[in-house]
């Protein structure tokens, strides 16, 4: 045969086997016939035209399958509505809850930024570096194209042109000029910063966000050279970002990205002389790979410089220390996780979404192989009639495909009103705009390929099993083939089990994080919360200098006790009860005799005079900070010169460096200075439920003349919230009526602030609990009911010979319970040992995780809980299997 | 069987006029429709065996076209064959067509008649 006749019949015979049947042996015996005439007659170009034609008309044969079976699909499901009702809403739940958890989650760590050109190849360091550092790494041409530095979340001052009002607090980031260009980035309009124009000693440039364009400039083109106050000094837009860009680095979104070339009298942050002083770590690093270059030798190259870099500095651990100096992870995702911890991650939240998706697919699982079983008669007859057992399946599954599909543009949309009022829940104070985190066109292939695939994963066994029929017996009992038994219903009660188990490890496992939210989430006050108000302060990025500043915080605390709205204040770096802290503090006791001196790492927190008593917390030893600590004068220069600081321990910090609560008049050592402990107080609950060891540093001079990103807070206290926040403006307004208050709170909005947070992952968590829950009862209403439907017959006959009610009833519960106590057991057993695996491998669930695991009331509740309902959710059709009427059974059949 | 029903397959597909049109003179087979039609329009129309067997499975699901059961004497026959038939609403349908085109003829003819006055 010709090659032409060869690839004739090859694709004759890929036809669909229906068409094949037909037509397939008169098909080929017409083209063979035809390729002799058409190659006398026309040669090459009429075997090329045959072929064509039949190449062009396979794809066709098979859409017009498809759409039989679509069309087919429809008409059963409309014919069999709440089969479909049940398999939409559950299936709108899966989907919606898993697009959901995509958006939330998952989307946030693997989707690279916007606008960034190769963004496999931007990488960054766990941990900060100086600016000496970064030059020398920047050095290593052949190893990186490019090394930005960052530092994030850095508020200004923004005063727009025209603008009379107090100026806006804005979050952006301060770069290197080369961040852009590291970024490969085009701007959207103007000029972004570069190396060659933003140099040092002219007025400053600025680029500003699309979204910050759009929301305050309306989008005007003329933006562009507009001149704004930063911090009260003058500065000029230059260019805005792509669409959708709001800084790499940060998950908080930027608004405003200014060169690090500016004066520090625009950027506190620069103060310090932070550009030569290798001491001092604020830098992110943003670093580009150089082609070829893998991230494993790019690591360990700079590690080796930093280690070279290292040893002329007499504070760097010694280098014998083997720990890695400088790990890499990639840049390019909204959220950057270190490359150990990635897998760990996604691996939660592959599994999150797989056992969601998995239950709502066993859920419909159970019901098609129910339904299999009622459509036995009717497939056999197509099976008789010659219907290939291929097509009857691919028949079955595409009807699970179409109630896939419509039950994922119900979840679709669930997913997106989902998206909607996350996006509109505030977080507490001080944190700014939510990451945009709303659905989307990937979003929506997301959602398309999740359908399809659960389509295809639920309904392929119960197609498997209902065409694996014996045509004869199935035609002559149709659905009386199978009465009862349980080896019978071997898959589907292996499914209904594993379905039970699936809903019990979701619910105890988001059970867990529920219960640990809300422990964590129960702050305790000794005081009234209502009587307590932050306000924040920064006269630096108000256009103060150093010195000015300084001099209006010696002023402030007699001005603030003379204000008799006013009962106790205290001015802090971070309000009390915030999670999070100024960052590890690692401390050693200074024992000249000891051979290997007691070190431990504590969190630091920066607090002034009177903070505990504002607070109501007892001092237990010694004192606490007063006005004379708030005087002292801590430049960095002077570290290690001059008397120790005051250094405040809460309870679990002194037990660790002193094995007791006491300690006062012992030296630590950290941070290049020397500390003496002059006070110990209780510990305290942090908004995340944690207790922490913490070392509290005061609040000086130096902190006032260059204020921590976060501007200073004052706590104070009044009779009411309220009095005590008119108290200090008013004492502010009449020291200098321009300066601005911000993120002005009253504890208990705060506290309501942090509890919104909060539940919006209870409702997330919670919501995909009690998703399972109602699924799984579903699922074993549906089958018990069948299973009662299929009984008829049997419980007719038994009720005919005189079994009791309660019998009847005992036989249906009988093996709904079964299942149950062997899905409830097997859940139970693992989702113990995952949520022990999962505190085990990462630590950001381990929080909530150790708080919520062994609760009894969950290990207990749940199971219990799960149990009763699904036992309701039998005893609903066992108790119409009661009502059956013995004569109308029989009569029936 | 109402007008509109004739009316909704009208205008008919080429090749399922030219397949309609061969059994029209009664039973075939496909390989014979396709030299009949070949052979009527002197080799201007051309069915292609895929585009003839899938018009022809597409004619028999709208129920323009049967399978007949009637075979030719045992000598003449092949097994693998099938042979078409037109079934009542086919004929219709044709008919409609049929008209249809000569209607179409004759405006054409009158507007010709018009432009050489």
Redesign the interface.
Known sequence: MTIAGRIYRRLAEAFPHEFRMAYGDQMLEAGEDSMRRLANKHGAAGIVRLIVDIALHLPLEYLSEMRQDMRYAARALAKSPSYALVGILSLALGIGLTTNVYTQAWALLTRTLTGVANPHQLVTAETPASYPYIERYREQKDLLTGVAAVQNSVEFNVALPGQTAKPDRVYGQLVSPDYFSVLGMEPQRGRLLSAELDKTGITPAVVISDRYWRSHFNADPDTIGQSIRLNGQNATIVGVTPTKFDGALTVTPAEIFVPITVPATLAPELGDDVLHNRNLKPFQLLMRLAPGVTIDSAESALDGITRRLDKDDPLAPPQADKAKRLVLMGAATRVQIPRDLRPKLLGFYTFLMTIIIAIACLNLATMALARGIGRRKELAIRLGVGASRFRLIRQMVTEGILLSLLGGAAGFALAWALAAITAHTRLPAGSPLNPDRSVDWQTAIFAFMLAVACGIGFSILPALQATKTDVAPALKQGMALQLSGHKRFGLRNLAMSAQVAGSLLLLLVTGFLVLGILKSNSIQTNFNPKTMAFLFIDPVRDGYSPEKSQAFFDRLPDRLRSSPAITSFALAVQPPFLPGDDGDFHLTVDDPHASSPVQKGVLKQTVGAGFFAVLNEPILAGREFDERDQRLDTTPAQANIGPPLPLVLNQKAARAFFGSVNGIGEHLRGDRRTYEVVGVVPDMKDASGMTQGIAYLPLTRHDFAQPPSGGITIVARGHSAEDALGGVRSVVASMDPNLTLFNVQTLSEYLELIRAAMRSALRTFGGIGLFGLVLSAVGLAGVTGYAVAQRRKEIGIRMALGAHKTQVLGLVLREGATLVAVGTVVGFLGSVALAKAMSAITTEFSDAFSLGVGDPRLLIGAPLLLAGLALLACYIPASRAMAIDPLKALRQE | MTKVDLQSFLPLKTQWFHIMLSLAGGEQ???GI?QDVLERTTGKV?L???????S???LIEADLIGESNDRPAPELDDA???YYRLTSLGKRVLDAECERLQELVRTIQVKRTMVTE
């Open positions: 087979h496909g390989y396709m051309h292609w065996p895929a585009t003839l067997y899938g022809i499975k597409r693998r064959r099938r």
